[in-house]
């Protein structure tokens, strides 16, 4: 059953249960009422009788018999009236009120009310010259007959009516309050691991409907991280274990091309497990990025900058022999100033990215400024090569995005992305300067630890 028919279903039983309800209450509740207004006539007839035949002299029996009979105020009225031994002293009428009867009935200091065959009874003691009357009226109510019968009519077409019209709101209400539910399933509906950037509309945020549509943006934004980072991280493996495992395979097979002196093949083996370790260490430190993509924490211990960019440097003349790269470092007094909260491995990749790209680039020696000041390490890499356009300055951190003038230089687009994604994880600026043919400067801000 769906959410709206079975809400149809509800609403429609606590409106009909409501509306029974209340029409029960006033059914009984006009019962009451016109039962007790017939009593209290039965009462004053009551009262009428004793009084006319016990206190007027002028009144006798016969004469009290005609005026009955002339004014018959009820349907099938019945009247008796007896002396405190029940001896009957006048009647009119009677059909159930027997001696057996009236004495069962006779209950209460002044009166008592009974019913008898569908006629509502009173019982009244009347008090006159020390001597005490009883008084028994008994009478159809017809009038209360009758607007009770057309009351139950009224009430029950009322209930029809009010059950039909409150399943025919109830439809349209729950359909209403269903739609935004059934847009976002239409929404989510169109989402797939293809269109994972779409969003569901968060209205005004306020009510539980939106709250749901929010966590499910929510849901989707840490789906699409992770779909994004498993992507990233593919391309970035593949990007940085693609010339470490080309370069120890294509040396593997030179050594192998013909026989060889046992120093020469030991020589080999110390240089491939040296690059084992190298390709271990990176094959570490993506994972750890990968898992810091996950949930944004990695682990962080006190390293020496100086250190790691001249490991950087190393690494980038292995792929590029031959190139120079001009270092200008003014060390401190303290060799602690160069101390600086980071990742050894992710800070290496950063950094031989940025000179790889220098490298690549450039044909003319590459320039890397390191100074001091304040709380704060200035670092510097400028190479005097093709430079990147204005135009694509803002995109060049976008995986697989390259500049429009280095079509046909080599690459994958990805260094760059990967370098400004480890620089974010630790808090430092990065600034790119650039002219056409002059040539690229990258500006890195590091703050020192207190």
């Not at 010259?129 to 019968?149: E, P």
């Not at 490298?359 to 320039?367: A, G, I, L």
């Not at 803002?394 to 046909?408: D, G, L, T």
Request: charged content about 25%; some cysteine.
């Amino acid at each position: 059953m769906y959410i709206k028919t079975r809400l149809s279903f509800q609403f429609t039983l606590i409106a009909g249960g409501i509306l029974l309800f209340f029409s029960l209450l006033v059914f009984y509740f006009s019962y009451s009422s016109q039962l007790n207004k017939f009593r209290d006539n039965l009462v004053d007839g009551a009262k009428n009788t004793a009084i006319l035949l016990i206190n007027v002299v002028e009144v006798d029996s016969i004469l009290l018999k005609k005026i009955h009979q002339s004014t018959i105020s009820w349907e099938k009225e019945e009247i008796a009236l007896t002396d405190s031994e029940f001896n009957l002293l006048y009647s009119n009428n009677i059909e159930y009120l027997s001696e057996n009867v009236m004495r069962i009935n006779a209950k209460g200091n002044n009166t008592n009310y009974f019913s008898i065959g569908g006629k509502d009874g009173i019982f009244y003691k009347h008090n006159f010259n020390n001597r005490t009357y009883n008084v028994f009226v008994m009478a159809f109510d017809n009038t209360r007959s009758a607007n009770l019968s057309e009351l139950r009519k009224i009430l029950l077409w009322s209930i029809i009516f009010s059950i039909w019209l409150s399943v025919l709101l109830s439809y349209f209400f729950s359909k209403k309050a269903i739609q935004p539910i059934s847009r976002i399933i239409n929404s989510v509906k169109s989402i797939n691991s293809l269109r994972m950037s779409n969003r569901l509309n968060e209205g005004n945020r306020k009510d539980e409907i939106e709250q749901l549509a929010i966590t499910f943006n929510e849901m989707l934004t840490n789906l699409e991280i992770a779909f994004k980072n498993q992507d990233d991280f593919v391309s970035n493996a593949s990007h940085e274990l693609r010339t470490p495992l080309t370069v120890m395979i294509s040396e593997s097979d030179y050594l192998l091309s013909r026989e060889r002196k046992g120093e020469e093949y030991i020589e080999h083996i110390s240089g491939l497990i040296k690059d084992l370790k190298a390709l271990n260490s990176l094959l570490n430190s993506l994972l750890e990025l990968a898992q810091l993509n996950q949930d944004k924490c990695i682990r962080l211990s006190r390293v020496r900058i100086d250190e790691i960019i001249f490991s950087a440097i190393h690494q980038a003349k292995i792929k590029y022999p031959g190139r120079k790269i001009i270092p200008k470092i003014r060390y401190p007094e303290n060799g602690d100033d160069l101390i600086v909260n980071g990742n050894s491995g992710l800070l290496e990749i950063a950094f031989k990215n940025l000179i790889d790209n220098a490298f690549k680039f450039s044909n003319e020696d590459v320039c890397l400024e390191f100074a001091i000041k304040d709380r704060y390490i200035y670092i510097n890499i400028l190479d005097k090569g093709v430079g990147i356009p204005a135009k694509d300055l803002e995109s060049i951190y976008r995986p697989f995005k390259r500049a429009s003038n280095v079509k046909y230089i080599g690459g994958y687009g990805i260094g760059l992305s990967l370098a400004s994604n480890i620089f974010k994880l630790h808090d430092i600026t990065i600034k790119v300067f650039s002219t056409i043919q002059e040539g690229t400067r990258f500006e890195l801000l590091l703050k020192r630890p207190e």
